[in-house]
């Protein structure tokens, strides 16, 4: 049974950084695509950043060079370092992964391409 566990939100000023991280167990981050998602109040959950079981990444266009994600030794830990915060990145990060195919996945970005999830850590960007 794979269980995902997002730890490191908190409230911050905005222009700050922090730095998500995502414990895995039941399954094996290299064998797996990850990925950040995030859902603010009244909006859909949307994809922020995503790295492939070979490493590639790809991050959505609000992210603007500000977020980098990567997967931590000993390679069962998901991580998301956010820089530059603002108040419209306030939302519930959560991550998710599904078990890399031979083939590729169509929108790593796309919360419908992931099987299992975890419950989410609360980021808020206040003055």
């Known amino acids: 049974q794979a269980k995902l566990v997002e730890t490191g939100g908190g409230t911050v000023q905005p222009g700050t950084s922090l730095t998500l991280s995502c414990a895995a167990s039941g399954l094996t981050l290299s064998q797996h695509h990850m990925a950040w998602f995030r859902q603010a109040p009244g909006k859909e959950r949307e994809g922020v950043a995503a790295?492939?079981?070979?490493?590639?990444?790809s991050y959505a266009g609000f992210v603007k060079g500000r977020f980098a994600i990567w997967i931590g030794s000993p390679k069962q830990s998901l991580y998301l370092q956010m820089n530059s915060l603002k108040p419209d990145d306030t939302a519930m990060y959560f991550c998710?992964?599904?078990?890399?195919?031979?083939?590729?996945?169509?929108?790593?970005?796309?919360?419908?391409?992931?099987?299992?999830w975890g419950q989410g850590t609360q980021v808020t960007v206040s003055s």
């Open positions: 998710a992964a599904v078990l890399a195919t031979p083939f590729q996945l169509p929108n790593a970005l796309d919360p419908l391409e992931y099987s299992d």
């Open positions: 790295i492939t079981a070979k490493g590639g990444v």
